[in-house]
């Protein structure tokens, strides 16, 4: 099989590429891989684009593990950082507070109408979902319903790659090496629309719930969209179902929007999709992450409600929450966050309606392509399946797409984009443009072969 022409690199790059592949031990990659095909030597972002040591550019399409939200080296985030570090980088949480902390609690918690009233701050989104299972688990424990210790997840979710979020994800090439040090979780059906099978979905979860809902003390998706498992979508039917399920069987709700939050399914919680909702609509948790900051600074949080706060309110030590980060609360990474939420106040979701729908528009024409199946569309996520893909077809297409001016990630023989809020028209063209000629130019190279799943949003596991 032919591989796609590596492009041509200065020293310079090459120099930066080998130091790195000599001392960093780069995430979610096979290093013996990138022996081979070394990473790409970024040394500035500007808007949607990254350069390179050689002054090529790269359309971030993936938004840089979905952090990014406005573009790289946005002059309002990094304002409001640059103000907060000349005053407070940071205090910690444990026994003092800080402005920038306060106010991201209350603007969030407003965001949910007051719903989840509380907020606890980690660093990363893996955090956030240990966070939220040991605040499940522990608030029945101080209720005296200790035997609510066990976890419900869907088919193909991920939800991290701490040992907790681990346990509550059915990824096989994240999981499968560490399956013997995880806690055993419930694994239920998937509501992928494109089955068409959320009833039978929230069906096989009623039939687990009335089996074990009083061992169970949370179930925990992805909403409307399963990221790792290939941008898997779902309607909001399934959303409101489950929700009703978890309030008639006792058990709490986690939705862990790390992903899917900040306004990428079109309103800023993708549980909004749900609504309109009542105080009692909403999850007993929601964890956030990623785009939060903007893509400047590492920071997760858990919302959560009255009811599972005042579960750990005592004197007693023991019954508290004693779960803590070095840097929970950072004042410089809430900081980003209070200017990210000044862009929401300021009608970015408005904004993200109209981008969405020159994406739609840009990208329709590739429905009718020979080797492209469910072309789909959330909001600012749009993906779709190819066939006859050959093997590596992720790692080929990352490659190819450089060429493009493009840095993209496939998932397995899904391609998706999720690019930063910053898409025109020109933009949008530029987009499909640069996807349709890579995705001919990678069927070309290997019609003859199909490949296997490789990792979440990683060309070179395989």
Known sequence: MTQPPMQTTSPLTQEWQQRSLAAVWHPCTQMARAAVLPPLAITRGAGPWLFDFDGKRYFDANSSWWVNLFGHADAGINAAIKQQLDTLPHVMLAGCTHAPAVRLAERLSALTGGALGHVFYGSDGASAVEIALK???????????????????????????????????????????????????????????????????????????????????????????????????????????LRALCTEFNVHLIVDEIAMGC???????????????????WPDFITLSKGITGGTMPLSLVLTTEAVYQAFWSEDVARGFLHSHSYTGNALACAAANAVLDRFDAGQLQANALQAELLRAAFAPLAAHPNVKHLRQQGMILAFDVQAAGLRFAERFHLAARAHELLIRPIGTTVYLMPPYVIDADTAAFLAQAVTLTLDEVLSQSPESHSPAHGPDQPHVA
Not at 271 to 276: I, L, V
């Open 135 to 241: 605040q499940s688990f522990h608030s029945w424990r101080n209720r005296g319903r200790a035997e609510k210790r066990e976890f419900v997840c869907l088919k193909n979710g991920y939800h991290g790659e701490t040992i907790g979020a681990l346990a509550v994800t059915d990824v096989k090439v994240f999981r499968d090496a560490y399956d013997p040090l995880l806690m055993r979780a419930h694994i239920v059906e998937s509501p992928d629309a494109r089955l068409g099978n959320e009833a039978q979905a929230l069906a096989a979860l009623r039939d687990l719930l009335t089996e074990r809902a009083g061992q169970i003390a949370a179930v925990i998706i992805e909403p409307l969209v399963q990221g790792a498992a290939g941008m898997v979508m779902y309607g909001s039917e399934y959303l409101r179902g």
């Open 263 to 281: 306004g990428r399914t079109g309103t800023f919680f993708a549980w909004e999709h749900a609504g309109p909702l009542r105080p009692d609509q």
